[in-house]
């Protein structure tokens, strides 16, 4: 690995403080690499995020690499083993901030594209990327709105490969062809405050949602479908009360979350979950938020050909999953048909004294090019 360009690239990149929605020019760093190969650069900056959009060709198909720059906070310093914006190589991993979340991706995308490149300088189609600020964070100011610049311009992928953390035990044992939607409620049910003693001339609103509660709890939502498990409504938080215990409390207050599959809508679940309420006579307000929407990428030539490339460079049989929390492939998935997400182990992303396995960088950058070839070479 000493003379390796990918885990160069990755050290450099992890180096970067670049903590949500700071970029600490990583993009920059990235443009300097990507403008001698030939792509058009453009930075998209906006609210304080920053986005960067490189584009080589002007053919189809447009084969998106997407990932972000930015990575949540380190935690307490002190607990981490080396420095967390100090790249170190220890016992055959590099650890850093970042390292599997996702500047190795990054790297690894980057270097496969210099070396796709230098093969097939007259490749067909195009070759982008997407990369951002905004990912770890409210994801408003990022991806979404250069998914929806390039709507307007007509300028829409036809595949795009997510640099996420998507495998397990080893480098292409999973990748993700979906993710869930994300739908979240803050219900408040509302009573009568008064003396625990008259209950008479109060209206406990913990006793009046008991019912409903247990009834949203079990009750189930669909079946989900062949790529996904049904879906899931869970509470978050729950408080009611004013800490004494002779007060009926006057209002009970429920955070809540749907992870749904493509086999239900938002629209549909609110429907369910006001109807439930009214059921049992509450007096409630609720304020829905809906974060992202489900996506999903049938078996076809984007994952065909990720696939292939993963069992030549590593003899793994990689699973098609759907499992996990959101990502920036949910804003991509709304202008492009073929959304694959795919990098290394996820086993120790935004824990402390994060790392990425030195074994792993090389082949993740080979699978990058290969698929690249399998879809773009002439």
Known sequence: ??????????????????????????????????????FVCETITSNGVTNLWARRGSARPLFVFAGHTDVVPTGPAAQWASEPFIPTERDGKLYGRGAADMKTSIAAMVVACQEFVASHPDHHGSIAFLITSDEEGPAVDGTAIVCKLLEQRGETPDYCVVGEPTSSSTLGDMIKNGRRGS???????????????????????IHQAAPALAELATEAWDTGNAYYLPTSWQMSNIHAGTGANNVIPGALSIDFNFRFSTASTADELKARVHAILDKHGLEYELAWTLSGLPFLTPKGSLSDALSSAIFDETGVTTELSTTGGTSDGRFIARICPQVIEFGPPNASIHKIDEHVDLRFIDPLKNIYRRTLALLLAQ
């Open 183 to 205: 739908l979240s409620g803050h219900l408040v049910i509302k009573g009568i405050q008064g003396h625990i003693a008259y209950p008479q001339l109060a209206r406990n609103p």
């Open 1 to 38: 690995m000493m003379d390796s360009p990918t885990l160069a690239l990755a050290k450099s990149l992890i180096a970067r403080s670049s903590v949500t929605p700071e970029d600490k020019d990583c993009q920059a760093q990235l443009i300097a690499l990507l403008e001698p190969l030939g």
